[in-house]
């Protein structure tokens, strides 16, 4: 994200979707070190917007969290996610 950044503000344009979690914003057993990495991620996002609001560039260059469903693998067999 960081990395294209300085060429999108150049272009001023650009659009960056980065693949979140539902994990990211609920708790729930075995999932911590998975949940923290997408919670991070997400706060990313959410800061790196206000940034490019701030700057003038927030209608120019979006940052998008996409929060998708369970995918079924072994990881969320018995979980509530």
């Given at each position: 994200m960081?990395?294209?950044l300085p060429l999108m503000k150049?272009?001023?344009r650009g659009v960056i979707i980065n693949v979140?979690?539902?994990?990211g914003t609920i708790d729930y057993v075995g999932s911590f070190a998975y949940?923290?990495?997408k919670t991070a991620?997400?706060?990313a996002v959410g800061c790196i917007?206000?940034?490019l609001d701030a700057e003038g560039l927030g209608d120019e260059i979006q940052v998008?969290?996409?929060?998708?469903?369970?995918?079924?693998t072994d990881m969320p067999k018995g979980s509530p996610i």
């Open positions: 960081l990395k294209v150049a272009r001023k979140a979690s539902r994990a949940a923290v990495s991620l997400v706060r917007q206000k940034e998008y969290a996409l929060h998708p469903g369970a995918v079924l």
